[in-house]
């Protein structure tokens, strides 16, 4: 049993690089128009939101970056209490 876990994790291991490359070279028309539904806190009803894909690439970037501008100051804050070690 313990064999066969090892072999399907190096399975998955082998072919998730190959499915991930797969979708990075996929193209996606900048215009077409791209539905995700999203919670809006406080919430627990889905709410449907589209834009097209262009502008879904800039709202991900932009959250990407806020999230780590977050965690950058986090970090330099020292912890809990912002007291620096």
Do not use: Y
Request: charged letters at 20%; hydrophobic letters at 45%; glycine letters at 10%.
């Amino acid at each position: 049993m313990l064999r066969f876990i090892a072999a399907a994790a190096v399975a998955a291991a082998a072919i998730s690089p190959a499915l991930a490359k797969d979708k990075d070279t996929q193209v996606v028309d900048p215009d077409k128009k791209v539905c995700r539904f999203e919670a809006p806190t406080g919430s627990i009803m889905r709410k449907r939101v589209c834009h097209t894909a262009a502008e879904w690439k800039l709202i991900d970037s932009a959250g990407t970056t806020q999230a780590g501008q977050m965690v950058g100051r986090a970090n330099t804050m020292g912890g809990p209490g912002g007291t620096a070690q």
